[in-house]
C-alpha cells in the first residue's frame, strides 16, 4: 500500500472549504430568520474593556470603598470623562504564589470608539497605577466589541 504525504496546510485548507461551503457539492446555507428589528438594530461598535480590581492587600488588609473612590476620581474619571460603570462583586483568582485569593472586587466596564488613540495608554496607566498604589499582582483586563446606541 502507498501512502500519501498530505500537508496540514492543504488539510486546513480542505477542511475551511468544506465548511464555508466552497467544496465540490457542499453548500453554504444562509440563515434568513432574522427579523428587521435584529438586522437593523441601532448602534456603532465601539471598544469594550472590564477592569477587575481586587482589594485585598499584601498586609492583610482590604482597599477601603473610600480609597476606591478617590482613586476613581483621581485616575478613572479624567482619564474616561464620558462615563463608564462600576460594579462591585466578590472574586476568586489564583495568585502567583499558587494561594487561592477570595477578595471583593470592583469592576469598571469602559465602553469607547474604536477611534480613541489615548484609551490603550489611558487603561494601562490607570492598571499600572493601582498595582502600584495598593500592592497589587495584577489587574485584570478584559476586551471585547460591542454594539452601543445612546
Not at 477587575?52 to 476620581?73: M, R, Y
Not at 480613541?116 to 466589541?145: C, H, M, P, T
Amino acid at each position: 500500500m502507498t501512502r500519501m504525504a498530505i500537508s496540514r496546510r492543504t488539510v486546513v485548507a480542505v477542511t475551511a472549504a468544506a465548511v464555508l461551503g466552497l467544496g465540490g457539492g457542499v453548500a453554504a446555507s444562509a440563515d434568513t430568520s432574522a427579523t428587521p428589528a435584529q438586522v437593523q438594530s441601532p448602534g456603532e461598535i465601539w471598544k469594550r474593556t472590564e477592569l477587575f480590581f481586587g482589594t485585598g492587600k499584601p498586609d492583610g488588609t482590604e482597599v477601603t470603598d473610600a480609597e476606591f473612590a478617590a482613586f476613581t476620581e483621581r485616575e478613572i474619571t479624567p482619564a474616561f470623562p464620558d462615563g463608564f460603570t462600576r460594579l462591585d462583586g466578590s472574586g476568586q483568582w489564583r495568585g502567583g504564589s499558587g494561594t487561592i485569593v477570595r477578595e471583593h472586587t470592583h469592576v469598571i466596564v469602559l465602553l469607547y470608539p474604536f477611534a480613541d488613540r489615548d484609551a490603550e495608554r489611558e487603561i494601562e496607566e490607570i492598571r499600572g497605577d493601582y498595582e502600584k498604589q495598593f500592592q497589587q499582582e495584577s489587574v485584570l483586563r478584559s476586551d471585547s466589541v460591542a454594539k452601543v446606541s445612546f
